[in-house]
C-alpha cells in the first residue's frame, strides 16, 4: 500500500517535468524556427512558408530549372512541385569538381487551411521559385461585429 | 539513360578563412560547383540561386579566383516552415593555369553562373624570315 501510494506521488511530478520540457521545446521553435537538419524530409527542394492574412508563400531554390521543366500543381489544400533538373555532361574533358546534381524532383506541401485554387501565382526568378496562394475565402478569420439591441 | 532522382543537399554554410573578412552580417553560404577543363579552357558552373547578375562578384588575381554573390537579404518574416536559409554566397579557388583574363566569359542564368576561363595560349612556334 505505502509502495504504491509512493508510486503515485512520484509520478504527476515526473509528468510535469515532461510537460514542462515539451512546453518549452515547443515555445522555442515558435521563436526559432528550425531549419531542416532536425526534421527535413529529405525531399528536394527545401521549402520556406509563410503566410499572412490572405496568403501563402512559398519558397524554394531550384537554381538550373527552366520554367518549362517545372510543373506545379495545386489541389484543395496542397501544392505539389515537379521538376527535373539537367546537366549536360560535357564530353573529351576532365572535370576537377562535380558537387552539383541533377535529377528529377516532386515535392508535396499540404497547408493549414484551404485554398484558392484560382489565387495562385508562380514565379522564377534567378533561381528562386515563389508560390504565392491564396487562401479560401470560408478559412479566413472574420470580424463579427456586435449589434447593440 | 534513364534521369535518377535528384538527391537532397542541404546548403552548406561557409567557414571563410580569408584574408579579408566580411563585413556583412548574416549567413554566408558556399556554392556547390562543376569544375571541368579541355587544352583550350577551365569552365566553371556554380549554383547561386537568388543572386542577380549585379550581385554578382568575380575576382581573379595572383591565380586566386574569388566568387562573391550577394542575395537581397529577406525581410523579417515569420515563417510557419522554414527549410532553408538566405545568404550570400562566397567560395575562393587556386588555378594552377595560366588564365588570359582579358577573355574570361561570366553568364548567370537561373541561379546558375557559368564561368568560362580561357588559357593563355602557348607560345606557337613560328618561322623567322629573314630578310
Given at each position: 500500500m505505502t509502495r504504491y501510494r509512493w508510486y503515485v506521488d512520484r509520478s504527476p511530478f515526473v509528468s510535469e517535468f515532461g510537460k514542462l520540457q515539451r512546453e518549452m521545446t515547443r515555445l522555442w521553435d515558435q521563436v526559432y524556427p528550425q531549419e531542416a537538419s532536425s526534421e527535413g524530409t529529405g525531399v528536394f527542394p527545401l521549402v520556406n512558408i509563410r503566410e499572412d492574412h490572405d496568403n501563402y508563400y512559398v519558397s524554394a531554390e531550384i537554381p538550373g530549372v527552366d520554367e518549362k521543366d517545372?510543373?506545379?500543381?495545386?489541389?484543395?489544400?496542397?501544392?505539389?512541385?515537379?521538376?527535373?533538373?539537367?546537366?549536360?555532361i560535357e564530353a573529351e574533358v576532365s572535370?576537377?569538381?562535380?558537387?552539383?546534381?541533377a535529377g528529377k524532383f516532386s515535392r508535396v506541401l499540404t497547408l493549414n487551411n484551404r485554398i484558392d485554387s484560382d489565387k495562385v501565382e508562380a514565379s522564377l526568378k534567378h533561381g528562386v521559385l515563389t508560390v504565392t496562394i491564396g487562401k479560401a475565402e470560408e478559412t479566413?478569420?472574420?470580424?463579427?461585429?456586435?449589434k447593440a439591441s | 539513360m534513364k534521369s535518377k532522382e535528384m538527391?537532397?543537399?542541404n546548403k552548406s554554410?561557409?567557414?571563410?578563412?580569408?584574408?579579408?573578412?566580411?563585413?556583412?552580417?548574416?549567413?554566408?553560404?558556399?556554392?556547390?560547383?562543376?569544375?571541368?577543363e579541355n587544352e583550350k579552357e577551365l569552365t566553371l558552373m556554380a549554383d547561386i540561386p537568388g543572386v542577380e547578375p549585379t550581385g554578382l562578384e568575380i575576382d581573379l588575381?595572383?591565380?586566386?579566383?574569388?566568387?562573391m554573390g550577394k542575395v537581397k537579404p529577406e525581410e523579417d518574416h515569420r515563417y510557419i516552415l522554414k527549410e532553408f536559409g538566405v545568404g550570400n554566397y562566397y567560395r575562393q579557388f587556386t588555378l594552377s593555369e595560366v588564365i588570359d583574363q582579358e577573355k574570361i566569359a561570366?553568364?548567370?542564368?537561373n541561379g546558375v553562373l557559368t564561368l568560362t576561363l580561357p588559357k593563355v595560349e602557348r607560345a606557337k612556334p613560328r618561322k623567322i624570315q629573314i630578310n
Open positions: 517545372l510543373d506545379i500543381t495545386v489541389a484543395s489544400d496542397s501544392l505539389t512541385i515537379k521538376g527535373e533538373r539537367t546537366i549536360d572535370y576537377h569538381r562535380r558537387e552539383r546534381n479566413k478569420p472574420k470580424q463579427i461585429t456586435i | 538527391e537532397l543537399k554554410e561557409s567557414d571563410i578563412q580569408s584574408a579579408a573578412e566580411i563585413t556583412r552580417e548574416g549567413p554566408v553560404y558556399t556554392p556547390r560547383v562543376d569544375i571541368w588575381r595572383d591565380n586566386t579566383l574569388t566568387i561570366a553568364n548567370v542564368k
